[in-house]
């Protein structure tokens, strides 16, 4: 028997956000979403750096209720995906759900199966579930370097780029060489008098084009959708079976051929040995999440281009230091130097069960159950929390079996079955401790790097199965493993 006014509260309106609110819609269930910002969109509204796109496939990087035959490359351009999640909410009739410029504050778990929820906008109110689809990459993090606030120039982290800023002629600095990095400098060394990359640790890169679809191709798609569907599945084998499968050491073959294909890359593509001495990584492929391009080596070796890999003493007004002594004289300085994983719905405030936090109760260490519940938190589901697969599979995949999960307990509260339903704390535990013996299999352990994998302890913290085992595990709840009232 539903209960009449049984509501849901989704916290964010980003990819993960929207695909909940389409299949609560579906579902007949009523929400609300809450967003911070003016626009849907989470990471591809806030990225917009040049050279911004996706490192999954387009064909995959979709939502599989909403197949796009317009794609107009390989890998999408950050603009188009942000459009193409705009338009699914617009066309799924989610834009009228949500409620922008209103950032939740707390929510407080007050009894009787209810969540009080307050935000900035003061529009809060009681609900009786929400999500949390607060996304993964939000929180920008800029380095701790001595004098880093003297400098007199421009300096902005590269998830808040200026779209108005021309760098036409500028001597820009990027600090970082991740996935942000190696995007931004091939795009934006035609423009600029010179740009320095800040390197601390060199990069596996694997040489992937970035082609365009010809007409033809996305006329094929659109007359004959089942190609698109094909190309879906195919992809998804590929990236989530085959790739993912040889990052947690269940697939050595694959794992040996990326490590020399990124070789080989380096081999062919960067001509000047010292430099070439300078490019390579000391740790095993695929410890760091891979970087896919065919446009930053040869970036790189252009003659405005300029790799510095002397570590970095401090900032000062005109530029950057280096331990050797020089002054790195800069107009600019873009930050490209990550994010912190592991803030997920914070700076809000979550309180559960009797009064405790999850803010305190994750100080150190975010753990819950199979990736989208805590214990004392009843009724409280996090897309994309802790241990989701964040360094192997395709994020929209990852964020629609969770939801699908999501949705099986969500539909039982609103049927009526149970008012409140919370994991127990024995599997919970039980659950971490077995993600935290296979973690040692994996390559983000095993391979000989740091990375943004690593919180506060200095485990890893992502899905250390393969992505059979992440469908298994989530295809039903086990509710031998839930308490309910
Ligand atoms: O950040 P990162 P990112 N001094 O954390 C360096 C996704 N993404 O924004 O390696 C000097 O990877 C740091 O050095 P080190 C994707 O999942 C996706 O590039 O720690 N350097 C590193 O080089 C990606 O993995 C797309 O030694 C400092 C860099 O900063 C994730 O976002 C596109 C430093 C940070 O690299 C994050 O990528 C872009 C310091 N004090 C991003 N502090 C897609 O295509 C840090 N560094 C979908």
């Given at each position: 028997m539903e209960q009449a006014s049984f509501k849901v509260a989704i916290i964010g309106a980003g990819a993960s956000g929207i695909a909940t609110a389409v299949n609560l819609k579906r579902m007949g269930i009523p929400f609300v979403i809450f967003e911070r910002?003016?626009?849907?969109?989470?990471t591809w509204r806030d990225n917009a750096y040049p050279?911004?796109?996706?490192?999954?496939?387009s064909h995959l990087y979709r939502f599989s209720f909403a197949p796009n035959a317009?794609?107009?490359?390989?890998y999408s351009p950050g603009g188009e995906i942000h459009a193409y999640f705009r338009d699914v909410a617009k066309q799924r009739g989610i834009m009228e759900h949500v409620r922008f410029s209103s950032e939740v504050t707390e929510a407080r778990f007050?009894?009787?199966?209810q969540w009080q929820i307050s935000t900035t906008k003061g529009d809060g109110g009681l609900f009786n579930a929400i999500v949390?689809?607060?996304?993964?990459?939000?929180k920008a993090v800029l380095p701790?370097?001595?004098?880093?606030?003297?400098?007199a120039g421009t300096a902005f982290h590269s998830?808040?780029?200026?779209?108005?800023l021309s760098l036409a002629g500028k001597r820009v600095g990027i600090i970082g060489t991740g996935s942000t990095a190696t995007q931004i400098l091939p795009a934006i060394v035609d423009d600029v008098a010179s740009v320095s990359l800040f390197q601390r640790t060199p990069q596996w890169i694997l040489n992937v084009p970035n082609n365009r679809f010809a007409e033809e191709k996305k006329q094929a798609f659109r007359t004959e959708p089942g190609k698109m569907a094909d190309l879906y599945n195919h992809l998804n084998f590929v990236f989530n079976e085959r790739f993912a499968a040889a990052l947690v050491g269940e697939n050595d073959e694959g794992l040996a051929e990326m490590a020399r294909m990124c070789r080989e890359n380096l081999e062919q593509n960067v001509h000047d040995p010292e430099l070439r001495d300078r490019l390579t990584p000391s740790y095993q492929t695929g410890c760091k999440r891979l970087i896919v391009s065919d446009k930053f080596y040869p970036a790189i070796q252009r003659e405005n281009a300029h790799l510095v890999?002397?570590?970095?003493t401090r900032i000062e007004p005109t530029g950057i230091r280096t331990e050797d002594g020089v002054l790195h004289e800069l107009d600019v300085i873009v930050?490209?130097?990550?994010?912190?994983?592991?803030?997920?719905?914070?700076p809000a405030v979550i309180i559960g069960r009797d009064g405790v936090s999850l803010n305190e109760r994750w100080r150190e260490s975010c753990q819950a159950y199979r990736s989208v519940a805590v214990p004392e938190f009843p009724n409280l589901f996090f897309?994309?929390?802790?241990?989701?697969?964040i360094g192997n599979f395709s994020y929209l995949r990852t964020a629609e079996v969770q939801i699908g999960y999501v949705m099986e307990l969500i539909r039982r509260l609103a049927d009526g079955n149970y008012r409140e339903v919370e994991p127990t704390q024995e599997a919970t535990d039980a659950f971490n401790a077995e993600v935290e013996q296979a973690i040692t299999r994996t390559v983000w352990v095993t391979g000989g790097c740091t990375s943004w994998y690593f919180d506060k302890r200095g485990k890893v913290v992502s899905w250390p199965w393969s992505y059979g085992r992440f469908k298994a595990d989530l295809e039903?709840?086990?509710?031998?493993e839930f308490k309910v009232a």
């Open positions: 910002a003016d626009d849907v969109g989470g050279g911004l796109a996706c490192d999954v496939p317009e794609w107009s490359h390989e007050i009894g009787e199966g949390l689809a607060t996304g993964i990459l939000h701790s370097i001595e004098g880093r606030d003297s400098f998830s808040r780029w200026d779209r108005d890999d002397t570590p970095i930050y490209a130097t990550g994010f912190d994983p592991f803030a997920f719905f914070r897309v994309g929390g802790p241990n989701s697969p039903q709840p086990r509710m031998e």
